[in-house]
């Protein structure tokens, strides 16, 4: 039975994914780990452990306790929070990825899994249905740091035999865990809103398409990926995930469907420009090619839950 380590458990994908990766492998069999305590639901229902993703040593020791042959490393600065403190934040979403790269290398693990994002593209790139292979060339701290990190990866999958599997997450959307300093925050925080005060002003303007993906969606696709014939798998940096394409205004009238009283208003502020130098749309043809990626929810489906399950949160 494999081991499996996910590093950054308490943020918003990994607080999801261990719960999932869990229901899978069996509680005892993946570790959580986070520089914060997680909550309830991941320190109880298996092991958890506090680890700076940056202590390489102290990341090692973990890998090697529980015998783990797994690692999704997840812990990262967001591109909202990485620009406000652009080196410390290098250093963790950076520096972290080489030691877990590493620890790969050196203890022979299986598998490693790392995210990358639609942060790697950048002004030049083809806006509209972004090819997999393209021009890239970031301008966010956090986009730098994505597309170094894919080319780490893929070195140290030809250089050295480590199999490394990504996927260049669009914005993500989950009614579990609330925004954490990311340019695509406007579409979990604008239902947070809707439920607690019928209003949202929106820090992007009402017309910025991003490629977007309901949680689920996100969680199914990590670990399809990972579950994926080696021998199948033909891109080594990090592949096109495309969700749906929407824009502000479309998830407010979205909204408005079910509760009519909804209102927005629009105050752009330092994230605007970075959504301006992002995708509108991807193209994932490949990841349908090479591991079948698919996808349940579009935006009114996505709509319908995230009403209901943050009213729940609020008892609304």
């Known amino acids: 039975m494999d081991k499996i380590l996910v590093i950054g458990c308490a943020g918003q994908i990994g607080s999801e994914l261990t719960l999932e990766l869990r229901k899978m492998y069996g509680d005892s069999n993946v570790v959580a780990a986070d520089i914060r305590q997680a909550g309830e639901d991941i320190c109880q229902s298996g092991p958890f452990e506090i680890v700076n993703a940056l202590e390489t040593d102290k990341v090692a020791e973990v890998v090697k306790k529980y015998g783990i042959t797994q690692i999704y490393h997840l812990a990262a600065i967001l591109s909202g929070n990485a620009e406000k403190k652009p080196l410390p934040s290098w250093d963790i979403n950076m520096k972290g990825l080489l030691g877990v790269l590493d620890i790969a290398r050196e203890l022979k693990l299986k598998r490693l899994f790392w995210p990358s994002s639609i942060a790697v593209f950048g002004p030049s790139t083809p806006t509209k249905n972004t090819p997999q292979q393209c021009v890239m060339d ?179």
């Open 138 to 316: 970031p301008n966010t701290v956090y986009g730098i740091s994505k597309l170094a990190g894919e080319r780490w990866i893929a070195y140290y999958n030809k250089r050295y035999g480590v199999d490394t599997r990504s996927v260049r997450y669009p914005g993500l959307i989950s009614y579990k865990t609330e925004a954490g300093g990311g340019t695509t925050d406007y579409a979990v925080e604008i239902y947070y809103e809707a439920i607690k005060n019928h209003h949202y002003t929106c820090f992007l303007s009402e017309k910025t398409y991003l490629p977007m993906m309901f949680m689920p969606d996100a969680i199914k696709a990590t670990i399809d990926i990972m579950q994926a014939d080696a021998d199948k798998l033909t891109v080594k940096e990090s592949y096109n995930i495309g969700g749906m394409s929407f824009c502000p205004d479309d998830v407010f009238k979205s909204i408005k469907k079910q509760m009519p009283d909804f209102t927005i208003d629009y105050e752009p502020d330092f994230r605007q420009a970075i959504a301006d130098s992002w995708p509108q749309s991807i193209n994932d043809d490949q990841s349908k090619k090479d591991w079948n990626l698919s996808y349940v929810y579009d935006l009114d489906k996505m709509t319908e839950v995230m009403l209901k399950e943050v009213a729940k949160k609020f008892n609304k």
